[in-house]
């Protein structure tokens, strides 16, 4: 089955800096990569989200870049502030099978201001 | 929209006590799924189900945890007899998903949680 892999499982960074966190899966049929971000007490929210069509999406300062071919993908967090301190989860799914999220194993991400 | 729905809360209770933890979903959503969350084991997808049928429970720990969904807009998740090692954080989400691929966004809206600690 489908396994997601997440690193590094802790990031600080000083504020204004950039953060990377990378994700690799091992099914090749995988199309659907969401980026979820969780504030300490609070549910997953969804950041943003690619699909296997497109090699990367940006949204302000949050951009997301897909390697089909290595089948990797990586979360791009510019200008770090405060707030985007929380952990944030990759997953990958199929949509066109069972549509279940494989989700990684989180990433700590602390911003110091 | 209210979002997801859960109830309780939190909950506290002894072990070997049932627990049942609720769950409304969105309205208009046709999927919906139960997941852990602890230190440990991180984000574990227990159920889903779609349409309101079990698709897949092979995240499911053993026979003291079973989950129902009755109609489109209710879910509960059971656990008998309750153990200290499921003390969790138990997420429900929901979403809209359709096999034709321009539908729907995939996205799963989580709801608060419920925070269980078994004693």
């Known amino acids: 089955g489908e396994n997601v892999e997440q690193h590094p499982s802790t990031l600080s960074v000083q504020e204004g800096d950039s953060a990377v966190i990378k994700c690799t899966y091992s099914d090749s049929a995988s199309n659907y990569f969401p980026w979820y971000k969780q504030e300490l007490g609070k549910r997953p929210q969804l950041i943003i989200d690619?699909?296997?069509?497109?090699g990367e999406k940006k949204d302000q300062r949050i951009a997301v870049t897909l390697n089909k071919t290595a089948k990797h993908f990586s979360l791009h967090i510019t200008e770090t502030q405060p707030e985007d301190s929380a952990v944030y989860f990759c997953a990958a799914t199929i949509t066109s099978g069972t549509y279940k999220y494989i989700f990684g194993t989180g990433t700590r991400l602390k911003v110091l201001a | 929209d209210a979002g997801v729905i859960q109830s309780p809360r939190h909950e506290v209770t002894e072990m070997g006590q049932e627990v049942t933890l609720r769950c409304k979903p969105i309205s208009g959503h046709n999927s919906l799924f139960w997941y852990r969350q602890t230190m440990m084991r991180g984000l574990e997808l227990l159920i889903y189900f779609n349409n309101n049928v079990p698709i897949d429970d092979s995240g499911m720990p053993e026979d003291r945890f079973s989950a129902k969904m009755p109609n489109a807009s209710f879910s509960t998740l059971k656990i008998q007899p309750s153990e200290p090692r499921d003390s969790a954080v138990y997420f429900c989400?929901?979403?809209?998903?359709?096999?034709?691929?321009?539908?729907?966004?995939?996205?799963?809206?989580f709801g608060p949680g419920t925070r269980l600690t078994v004693t």
């Open positions: 690619i699909r296997s069509n497109v």
């Open positions: 989400a929901s979403s809209f998903w359709t096999r034709l691929l321009d539908r729907g966004t995939y996205e799963q809206y």
